[in-house]
């Protein structure tokens, strides 16, 4: 049974850092490219991150350029986004997704499995 497990969410005043981790179980992990979406209320799943199983590529969202950093660690089965400078339009709840197929990482569909979700808030 293929598992994701989201941690690291919480509450940050508006400037601060947080790192999300998404710990995966249950499939060979390193041959998944691996993706982060957001999502608020009311609104559609949106693409955050994704990278490429073996971390040759990454992709971000306009909106985190330059102040998150997406990475995995394929000995520990583990995705991390690390976000900075966060800002009020950064809450949402946090989803990590793995894909088994190549194409296209920047849109939900076709991510084969999901984790929960972990809330962040950001304070201003």
């Known amino acids: 049974q293929v598992q994701l497990v989201e941690s690291g969410g919480g509450l940050v005043q508006a400037g601060g850092s947080l790192r999300l981790s998404c710990a995966a179980s249950?499939?060979?992990?390193?041959?998944?490219?691996m993706g982060w979406f957001r999502q608020v209320p009311g609104k559609e799943r949106e693409f955050v991150a994704a990278?490429?199983?073996?971390?040759?590529?990454?992709y971000y969202a306009e909106f985190v350029k330059g102040r998150s950093t997406i990475s995995r660690d394929n000995a520990k089965n583990t995705m991390y986004l690390q976000m900075n400078s966060l800002n009020s339009e950064d809450t949402a709840v946090y989803y990590c997704?793995?894909?088994?197929?190549?194409?296209?990482?920047?849109?939900?569909?076709?991510?084969?499995?999901w984790g929960q979700g972990t809330q962040v808030t950001v304070s201003s």
């Open positions: 990278i490429t199983w073996n971390g040759g590529t990454r």
């Open positions: 249950g499939h060979t992990f390193s041959t998944y490219a």
């Open positions: 997704a793995s894909r088994y197929t190549t194409g296209y990482l920047l849109a939900p569909t076709g991510y084969n499995y």
